[in-house]
């Protein structure tokens, strides 16, 4: 049974930092497609960032040049660094993964589907 453990969130500042973390349980698969959602109150559910087992990186438009997809295979566990913080970031994150793909989806549409894991959700609250 995967599981995905998230760490990381908090309340900082406009203009402060916070480092996420999602561990990676139970799984023993070369290939992965792996992501970071977030869900503001009254939004719809948004991708921030995803890594694949091809090193590709992608981020949405509002977080380029703030913040950055890294994954330690030896701890099998994907961080998300994000500086420069702003009260717009402040949400539901979720980290995600699917172990039937050797790269992600162009579309953040596509990356879910009836194979995605998710991990239950760390709270980041930006206050200006």
């Known amino acids: 049974q995967v599981q995905l453990v998230e760490s990381g969130g908090g309340s900082v500042q406009a203009g402060g930092s916070l480092r996420l973390s999602c561990a990676a349980f139970?799984?023993?698969?070369?290939?992965?497609?792996m992501a970071w959602f977030r869900r503001a109150p009254g939004k719809e559910r948004e991708g921030v960032a995803s890594f694949d087992s091809a090193g590709i990186t992608k981020y949405a438009d509002s977080v380029k040049g703030r913040v950055t997809i890294s994954r330690d295979n030896a701890k099998n566990t994907l961080y998300l660094q994000m500086n420069s913080l702003k009260p717009e970031d402040t949400a539901m994150y979720y980290c995600m993964a699917r172990f039937d793909l050797y790269r992600c989806p162009s579309s953040w549409g596509e990356i879910t589907s009836p194979f995605t894991y998710w991990g239950q959700g760390t709270q980041v609250t930006v206050s200006s």
């Open positions: 139970g799984y023993a698969y070369s290939n992965y497609c």
